[in-house]
Nanobody, 123 residues
Framework: QMQLQESGPGLVKPSQTLSLTCTVS??????????WNWIRQPPGKGLEWMGS???????YYSPSLKSRTSISRDTSKNQFTLQLSSVTPEDTAVYYC???????????????WGQGTQVTVSS
């Protein structure tokens, strides 16, 4: 049974880098042709796809966040990580990791989800 679990600090100061890890169990992040995604939902707003890392290690980013976003993986730990730099209070959101077979950018269509983790950007 596929499970995804987000972890990381719940509070980040403005201008710092937000770093979250998604730990995957029940399947390998290198399995063909799965894509591993980061999605967020700010308060009162819809889901926003941020980026993904493919089974191959290739990365894809939302154009609006590309300059501040980096996604990487540790295959030995079966984890993938999000880093979002220069955060502002507008980056306050619930952050989710999700898996999908094939590359898509429609957040709502993702197949498997973590439970989400709240991140607040505040001094």
């Amino acid at each position: 049974q596929m499970q995804l679990q987000e972890s990381g600090p719940g509070l980040v100061k403005p201008s710092q880098t937000l770093s979250l890890t998604c730990t995957v169990s029940g399947g390998s992040i290198t399995t063909n042709y799965y894509y591993w995604n980061w999605i967020r939902q700010p308060p009162g707003k819809g889901l926003e796809w941020m980026g993904s890392i493919a089974y191959s290690g290739s990365t894809y980013y939302s154009p609006s966040l590309k300059s501040r976003t980096s996604i990487s993986r540790d295959t030995s730990k079966n984890q993938f990580t999000l880093q979002l730099s220069s955060v502002t209070p507008e980056d306050t959101a619930v952050y989710y990791c999700a898996r999908n077979w094939g590359h898509i950018t429609t957040a709502q269509a993702m197949g498997d989800w973590g439970q989400g983790t709240q991140v607040t950007v505040s001094s």
